[in-house]
């Protein structure tokens, strides 16, 4: 059976009896599906007969040396930020598909792939307009990055971590969906308490768009600055001449964004875990694994930011990484008292980092 023989809900949090005995499937699967690639009777009798939590990872493990491959060729490493919105949703669209096949109640699962799909399509399309998926675009840190450990060692980084472990994580922070399988089995309809995570999970998409929105209308209006050095609507020079925003939701946070990103991934946890009456399970890892690299990644982010933006340390001091402080004096001057002052624009003058260019 593709599927372990569960007594009751809280067994389908059990790795030992969910997983465990459906790794030796792993290694069977690519000859499997080398005899049957030309027959899609076969390839659906396969599709069956594996368990769907092995072919989520066995996808994952094929996409590694794909990843790899490109980026070398290319000398381009951001191959997978290009796939990083995308497949999420297509993981929780195969549990769908599986449950559907199998003959399952779907309808959890079928709110669960709706919310992921419109994560994905915000996502998506928060890339795509930053110029994610132009020729040759790359994340700036990966540049530095490179300068920093040097062409062998960025290679072995490569092949551990930005090819194979960024794409078996895609394929952990899902693995609730396959708790959701399981328990599916009992027939269990939305009650109320599925119905609240599906709606905290699009009110955290909600929170993401604006705070998207914000920075892209700030950027936009600041290079329309820098460009005629002519403050545009509803902004502030003072704001423009800082670099970087610290109205909205960002008086709050640092990284509004990247708190709810991090935010829907718990509580997709949450949901496997409520669902199967446990408090805690094994699908813990990829949430986790999420949250220690939104960790390192925004303090690399804010390395690079302190650098360029004096006023940035002053602005870390009064505002929260993640979490809003209650006691904040925003808005207000986040000038740092060592910044130099800055210089009015005169006679078509730019003002960047407290001084004037033409």
Known sequence: MSLPVVKSLVECSDYKTTVLPYIPQLYDLPGQLLQAWNNPTDLQTIYLATNPLITALAFSLALAPVFLLISEINRNYSQVDRMWSILPSIYHAHYVTYAHLSGLNTLRLDNLLACSVVWSVRLTFNYWRKGGYGIGSEDYRWELLRKRIGPPLFFVFNVAFISLAQSIL??????????????????????????????????????????????????????????????????????????????????????????????????????????????????????????????????????????????????????????????????????????????????????????AKR
């Open 170 to 355: 895609l394929f952990l922070i899902t693995t609730p969906a396959y708790v959701l399988v399981l328990a599916s089995r009992f027939g269990a309809e939305m009650s109320s308490a599925d119905v609240l995570f599906s709606r905290v999970l699009m009110g955290l998409v909600l929170v993401e768009f604006f705070a998207d929105q914000q920075q892209w209308n700030f950027q936009t209006a600041k290079a329309s600055y820098l460009k005629l050095a002519k403050v545009p609507h509803k902004f502030e020079q003072e704001d423009l001449d800082r670099g970087f925003v610290v109205s909205g939701l960002w008086a709050w946070s640092r990284h509004p964004n990247f708190a709810a990103e991090q935010a829907i991934w718990v509580v997709l946890y949450q949901w496997g875990c409520w669902t199967s009456e446990a408090m805690y399970n094994w699908t813990f890892v990829g949430c986790m694994g999420y949250l220690i690299l939104f960790q390192a990644s925004t303090w690399f982010t804010e390395l690079v930011t302190s650098t360029k933006y004096p006023e940035y340390a002053e602005y870390k001091r009064r505002v929260g990484k993640f979490i809003p402080r209650l006691t904040t004096d925003l808005p207000g001057d986040f000038s740092d008292q060592k910044a130099k002052p800055k210089v009015e624009p005169k006679d078509g003058a730019v003002v960047k980092n407290g001084k």
